[in-house]
């Protein structure tokens, strides 16, 4: 009885070693598998073609408008005036900025009733922008008419942003030669003695792109 249970202990003790074993190999198996995978894939990823580009120096500036007037000031100035004089003289508005522009020329005077009086032309084209040249070619843009006013009169287009009738366009470094007569009319009365008035002539200009 005793050699019996003995005999059958062993035997349980041999087939759970087998099964050990085979557990043992069945988990070898499933790493060695689990492994393989991983290789496969691995090999996958680093193995395809591949580039970049880079497509750099994508750059962004702003244009200038620019307007500028020579001579700055004083353009046409006479003191002590009787009726019949007149002052003629060039002006030279230039674009000195890098965009196309249009312009407008306003004048500001610093009262009403000299300024009334007084007969201002300006012209584009004088061959000879003088008082004897005056006449003889290029295209009338204001007047003759009043010299300005307090509140101010537009003389060449309209500042009003956008093109208005009148709105003077020049290409970026260019100019033009506006000539300006001013003259104190023969008819003028004993009212007008003495009297005093200046003109502030204030270009504006804008871009005409997009405007
Ligand atoms: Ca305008």
């Avoid at 000299?114 to 204001?142: E, N, P, R």
């Avoid at 060449?156 to 970026?172: C, K």
Wanted: hydrophobic share 40%; charged share 10%.
């Amino acid at each position: 009885m005793e050699t019996i249970i003995k005999e059958s202990s062993n035997r349980f003790r041999w087939m759970r070693g087998v099964a050990s074993v085979g557990a043992r190999r069945l988990v070898l198996t499933g790493v060695l598998f689990l492994t393989s995978l991983a290789t496969i894939g691995a090999s996958f990823t680093g193995a395809v073609f591949n580039d970049t580009e880079s497509v750099g120096s994508n750059s962004f500036s702003t244009g200038t408008v620019d307007v500028s007037a020579a001579p700055a000031s004083a353009v046409v100035s006479l003191t002590n005036m009787a009726p019949g004089d007149l002052v003629t003289a060039p002006l030279t508005v230039s674009n000195a900025g890098s965009l196309e522009m249009r312009y407008a020329l306003t004048s500001v005077t610093t009262e009403n009733t000299l300024a009334a009086q007084l007969d201002m032309t300006i012209k584009t084209g004088v061959s000879t922008c003088s008082t004897g040249g005056f006449a003889a070619d290029g295209t009338a843009l204001y007047g003759p008419g009043d010299m300005g006013s307090a509140s101010g009169i537009n003389m060449i287009g309209d500042p009003t942003t956008g093109a208005q009738s009148g709105d003077r366009t020049l290409i970026a470094a260019s100019n033009e030669v506006l000539c300006i007569q001013v003259s104190l009319p023969l008819g003028t009365g004993n009212s007008f003695q003495g009297l005093t008035t200046a003109a502030s002539l204030n270009f504006a200009a804008e871009q005409t792109t997009n405007n």
